[in-house]
């Protein structure tokens, strides 16, 4: 990849985008990720005004400092961004106490993970609404078009996706010549939506390295018997997610109402 070619083309098309919008910049959730940093940082350079937020929900302590540094650290380098902390821990505990109860609690467990998403969602669009933003997303491709690994009208309710394109390697790589703080590099990558330590792999059951490998599999029309033993493991994997979240990739369906349908006969 030539990644500073790459850098370039998403800064312009991002001010382009931005500027034939009408909007006057940016606003994105930082995480304190992988992703959100280096989509941040694109944000930034753009020279378009950057607000970044962070909306922690019941949120481990390294995750919330990781982010903090790299606010602080794009706010030292460019003079357009500014940061606004949200705490939005009171306001989901209270969304939950007003929720029926349930007999078991797990069972609302991966409910519950994507309403924190929602409800950040629902923060940024404020903002943009308030501000005259864009909200800039931070999927990227293998989360977007190979596993579906987001929530629907959450952390996937954007304006825009700068780096959609890009498998999880390249965005590592653009990280790098960015200037990306190293501890946000070397993290593990987690969606942070549960309130404890477990990654992205543990949830998945398989590493970026090795869906950006099963997903390119795919794209060669291979199937799960052309492997075996880990590979056949990480496939089926790749598979399973990939069609379960085929919702989340296609346009919202619409009936179609049969002009025949919408026509009166007269008699």
Known sequence: MQTEKVIEHIVNWLKEYAVNAKCKGFVIGV???IDSAVTSTLCAKTGLDLLCLEMPIHQGKNQVTRADRHIAWLIKNFNSVN???VELTPVFDSLVDAFPKVE???DRFMSLANTR???RMTSLYYFAALKGYLVAGTGNKVEDFGVG??????DGGVDLSPIADLLKSEVYEIAKLLGVNQEIIEAAPTDGLWGDSRTDEDQIGASYPELEWAMAMDDQGKTADDFSDREKVVFTIYKKLNTANQHKMIPIPVCEIPETLKTTTQL
């Open 117 to 119: 998403a929602r409800l």
């Open 149 to 154: 690994f987001y929530t629907k009208y959450g």
């Open 31 to 33: 995480s304190g990720g």
């Open 83 to 85: 940061r606004q902390k």
């Open 104 to 106: 078991k609690e797990e």
